[in-house]
């Protein structure tokens, strides 16, 4: 039975965690493994571990640390960071993962979309569009942690990644990026139409309220959130939280599932 789904995203650089702003200025929140642990506790409903490192440092993702991680973790787990082969994913997948995130390697070789979903299935292949608002309307889409503009049509590249077989879509808004003070739902609107896939929305959340916003205008939606689930009151301390059974359904509440 399909419902909303609550995520939280973790951002690896330099081997911790850290909870950038605007894809800036990374703010360390601890270990990984104890991150994962207490979502493991809190019964998370999935987990999305993002290396900020490996693209834009050309290097290979980080097989130990996913393995560690892939161990401990008690929830379906999404990795994305460094991919750019078929043999990289199966790797990665026979390591406990269950979804493969890619992002500027979609852009530049749309191909490995379908060579990775003829091994692994489409429903393990995610795509993560990192988007951000032009001046005079629209969105452009940028790789490698935000620094570099690509030319693509948003909306026009979404329908193609559908038809190559993609099974899920991350919208992650660079300008909302650590700001919580909601999601960007004007986005969402405009190419929640063209998504026939599951779609999770990341960047902004600073509240469970945000999240029911999200859920009540779109329904069954995934909802992702990094400093709503790693830091806690107006100072920021870092409290690694998920919403509590109970909460989760009231998030819920009215959606047909």
Known sequence: MLEPRIIPCLLVHNKGLVKTVKFKDGKYVGDPINAVKIFNEKESDELMVLDIDSTVEGREPDYKMIENLATECRMPLCYGGGIKTV?????IFNLGVEKIAISSVAIENPKLIIDIA????SQSVVVVLDVKKKMFGGYDVYTHNGTKKTKIDLEKFIVELQSLGVGEI??????????????DLSLIEKIKPLINVPMTVLGGAGTLEDIKKLIDKFGIIGCSAGSLFVFKGKYKAVLINYPKKEEKINLIKGINI
Do not use: L, R, T
């Open 170 to 183: 991350v919208i992650n808004s660079i300008d909302n990026d650590g700001i919580m003070k909601g999601y």
């Open 118 to 121: 003829k091994e692994v299935g």
């Open 87 to 91: 043999e990289q994913a199966i790797k």
